[in-house]
């Protein structure tokens, strides 16, 4: 999978799991709906300012938002889905939630 399809995946999952429209998301970039599909159907990459607007309107740390542009990461596309997920919701939980479900995550065999 290419660097645009599974960032626009990524990008595609955080948008849902906070519930907004692409024009909604368009809007807390500063950019249009044009340019959120593009970027979601991986017709192109956003710029480092929109890469710092997604940081700080949706507090997500750019090194989370520079992972998905590594290919080695996002080799699979329902991984990155999932993953994406995970971390949408990881962020909506108390610290004491976070260490219940970081236990339980460990609790599973690692994979190859």
Known sequence: MDRKHAFGLRLRAIRK?????QEQFAELLDRTTEAVSNMERGVSL???ETLIRLSENLGIPL?????????????????????????????????R????????????????
Request: net charge negative; proline share 5%; aromatic share 2%.
């Open 17 to 21: 799991a906070r519930g907004l429209t």
């Open 46 to 48: 956003p710029s480092v």
């Open 63 to 95: 090194r989370e938002l520079a992972d998905a542009l590594d290919p080695a990461v996002n080799a699979n596309s329902k991984r990155v889905a999932l993953e994406s997920a995970l971390s949408e919701r990881a962020r909506q939980l108390t610290v």
């Open 97 to 112: 939630d976070l260490e219940i479900a970081l236990k339980q995550i460990e609790a599973f065999p690692k994979g190859d």
